[in-house]
């Protein structure tokens, strides 16, 4: 049986090493390697190499798909000498990857020869602990939690589908939330608005959800609009700048017109709707699939679509089509997974079924079709009410 | 003989199904069919005598205005969505 000292010999004899010259021209390439460091958090909190992520040697052969699923993809390892990197080189190599390097030396010879060092942004202990269960998973870790912080989301409606998205943004630690609604809390929205409560009736939408937000996280921002998006705000709206927008209008015009300045403004839109038992969600994403209008390029007449206040919805429907939204959000805030792009996800409550329709983008669409006609903003409320919009 | 996924709102027009059957060749049949059944669909899904075009119809998970529209041949079995607009949200 081999020592320590020998293994190493051996495994190092077994992976390709550079030194730092060598580094400094791997990572200043076109074609720059993924590269990892993989000390202790301890030690990576204290400063490493410009744009690399972080797995700790314990955590690499399971963590590693995930940051790259293609195993032709180089890599470059390092830790603080070089030692643990070298195992690690090999681990790698023994999991099929092709292009293995370890920095000998490590950390410790690259600072010593003033090569380029920056400080990761890390959590603080208390932000550490109010979102351990994202930190730990490996898809969101404290980078994706730092996205998450940086992240800012905007909310049509302060209702129904609202509540549940804003609450569960908002416990992630969405750093900036906004939120669209000129209405007031009403005894009627409580079966299902869990944002608001009994003490809050008659206060506006917007501003009982920054209490409840800002209360469950302090972390979040959250900006109240006290208005109805309408053509003549959304510019102002939008300006504050957004990430995602999340849809839980009860209004068509409302849908519309957001769809159009998302697909304008190229921002991602969560589309959720609700009625009695059923619910849909999507996600339309401009340049990446179809848009609301492809969906439904004409508005149906009034009397065929009515609304939750009209038809009723159950309490719980919104929750579940709001949350949805939410981990749709989260999902693009964060870069990951397969978002419901050009998939129409449709709950029946009654049956407890999920189903999918596919959506396609539509070349002819009017607003992101391939020559569009609309290019600005129209009257949304004539343009649903049936009317025709040019006498 | 298909089965045809009918949406909330017109529910009241097919005595409360959540599915019904209908028949025919090709998906506008299979609506003319539908509606032959029950005629209080009529004014909600026609628009000038043919199927109205803010009513969306699936086959089989595709939309039919990615195949061959109203024209779009059906199988017997197949299973078909009738899916409205909804603006609900609050």
């Keep these: 049986m081999p020592n320590y000292r020998e293994l190493l010999q051996q495994v190092k004899a077994e992976i390709d090493e550079v030194d730092v010259t060598q580094a400094r021209e791997l990572l200043d ?21 410009p744009g690399a992520i972080h797995i700790p040697r314990g955590h690499l ?46 950390y410790t010879d690259w600072k010593r020869s003033g090569l380029p060092t920056e400080l990761p942004r890390t959590l603080d202990g208390e932000k ?19 996205k998450l912080l940086d992240s800012r989301v905007l909310l049509l409606g302060a209702g129904g589908l609202g509540s549940p998205s804003a609450l569960y943004l908002a416990a992630a630690g969405v750093g900036r939330l906004g939120i669209v609604d000129d209405d007031k809390v009403d005894a009627s929205n409580l079966q299902r608005q869990v944002m608001h409560s009994t003490s ?13 937000l800002e209360e469950l996280n302090p972390d979040v921002e959250v900006v109240p609009y006290i208005e109805r998006l309408t ?30 300045a998302a697909v304008w403004h190229d921002i991602p839109l969560v589309h959720g709707s609700i009625y009695r038992f059923e619910g849909q969600a999507t996600v339309f994403k401009p340049g990446d699939g179809p848009c609301y209008r492809c969906l439904f390029p004409q508005p149906p007449p009034p009397e065929l679509a009515p609304s939750c206040a009209e038809g009723g919805v159950l309490g719980v429907l919104p929750g579940i089509i709001g ?22 996800l449709l709950f029946d409550a009654l049956a407890t079924e999920f189903s999918e329709v596919n959506l396609r983008r539509d070349p002819n669409c009017p607003v992101c079709g391939d020559s569009p006609t609309i290019t600005e903003y129209v009257d949304y409320v004539e343009f649903c009410s049936g009317r025709p919009a040019h006498a | 003989m298909s089965r045809i996924r009918i949406p909330p709102m017109l529910r009241g027009d097919v005595g409360g199904a959540r599915e019904v059957p209908a028949e025919g060749d090709t998906v506008r049949e299979l609506l003319f069919d539908l509606m032959a059944r029950f005629p209080g669909l009529r004014p909600q899904l026609v628009e000038d005598g043919d199927i109205a075009s803010y009513v969306n ?34």
């Design chain 1, 29 to 49: 390439a076109p074609d720059r390697p993924l590269v990892v460091d993989v000390r202790e958090l301890d030690e990576w909190t204290e400063g490493r190499i």
């Design chain 1, 323 to 344: 949350s949805l939204q939410a981990s749709e959000a989260l999902k693009l805030c964060l870069g990951i997974g397969e978002p419901l792009v050009g998939r129409l």
């Design chain 1, 200 to 212: 809050r009736l008659g206060d506006w939408k917007a501003e009982s959800a920054k209490r409840t």
């Design chain 1, 231 to 260: 053509s003549d705000n959304v510019e102002r709206i939008l300006a504050d700048g957004w990430d995602v927008i999340i849809d839980g209008a009860d209004n068509f015009p409302t849908r519309y017109l957001i769809n159009d």
């Design chain 2, 57 to 90: 119809v699936y086959l089989e998970g595709e939309d039919v205005r990615t195949l061959d529209g109203l024209d779009t041949s059906v199988s017997p079995g197949s299973s078909v969505i009738l899916l409205p607009a909804m603006a609900g949200g609050l």
């Design chain 1, 128 to 146: 550490r602990q109010r979102y351990s269960r994202h930190v730990l998973i490996p898809e969101v870790g404290e980078e994706g939690q730092l």
């Design chain 1, 61 to 106: 052969e399971s963590r590693i798909e995930q940051a790259s699923p293609d195993r032709a993809q180089s890599i470059f390892l390092y830790c603080a000498a070089g030692n643990r990197s070298a195992f690690a080189a090999k681990s790698l190599e023994d999991l099929g990857y092709e292009n293995v390097v370890s920095l000998a030396g490590g």
